[in-house]
Antibody, heavy 123, light 108 residues
């Protein structure tokens, strides 16, 4: 069974940093593109970042570019999101998600998702 | 940027009724559209991808249709566990992924 378990969320002051982790199991982690999607309280879903299987290609939403860094350790089956210069508008539940299939031409469907970790940016 | 507009915002139904949810794209996304279900306090779950393909384990009462700019998610005979928020999403400009604003299906 595929499982994704996020951790690392919490309360941080504006301008602070936080690193989220997503531990994966039940599939060949290095073969799949992975991503982060966030959901502000009471709001919809917003794509944050994506990384390919080997980890050499990374992509970001404009709202986090230059502040967030996605990475992965395929030897540990773990995905990361380093978040710096945090702002109040970054407050959200952060979900990690696996691409549905490994095929390069079929990327972009997210399945499954982890249970999420809450990041609150407030003084 | 392609914008996805979902309607209605809220759909009030009784169990056993049919639900018809709409997702309209501001420009063509071909068949690169998915639907997700999110229940309160839970992560989203993929229901439909490539506009009409059911994900593994999704009941046959869920079906997707459409292409280009107009898409529909239909739930035949809504079950009590189907009351949730539904989001559409496109991948036509991968790696950027865009979600619609959601439709809440509530008990009438």
């Amino acid at each position: 069974e595929v499982q994704l378990l996020e951790s690392g969320g919490g309360l941080v002051q504006p301008g602070g940093s936080l690193r989220l982790s997503c531990a994966a199991s039940g599939f060949t982690f290095s073969s799949y593109t992975m991503g982060w999607v966030r959901q502000a309280p009471g709001e919809g879903l917003q794509w944050v970042s994506t990384i390919n299987g080997p980890g050499g290609s990374t992509f970001y939403a404009d709202s986090v570019k230059g502040r967030f860094t996605i990475s992965r350790d395929n030897s540990k089956n773990t995905l990361y999101l380093q978040m710096n210069s945090l702002r109040a508008e970054d407050t959200a539940i952060y979900y990690c998600a696996k691409d549905l299939v490994a095929a390069v031409d079929r990327r972009g469907w997210l399945d499954p998702w982890g249970q999420g970790t809450l990041v609150t940016v407030s003084s | 940027e392609i914008v996805l507009t979902q309607s209605p915002a809220t759909l009030s139904l009784s169990p056993g009724e049919r639900a018809t949810l709409s997702c309209r794209a501001s420009q063509s996304v071909s068949s690169y559209l998915a639907w997700y279900q999110q229940k309160p306090g839970q992560a989203p779950r993929l229901l439909i991808y490539d506009a009409s393909n059911r994900a593994t384990g999704i009941p046959a009462r869920f079906s997707g249709s459409g292409s280009g700019t107009d898409f529909t998610l239909t739930i035949n005979s809504v079950e009590p566990e189907d009351f949730a928020v539904y989001y559409c999403q496109h991948r036509s400009h991968w790696p950027s992924l865009t979600f619609g604003g959601g439709t809440k299906v509530e008990i009438k």
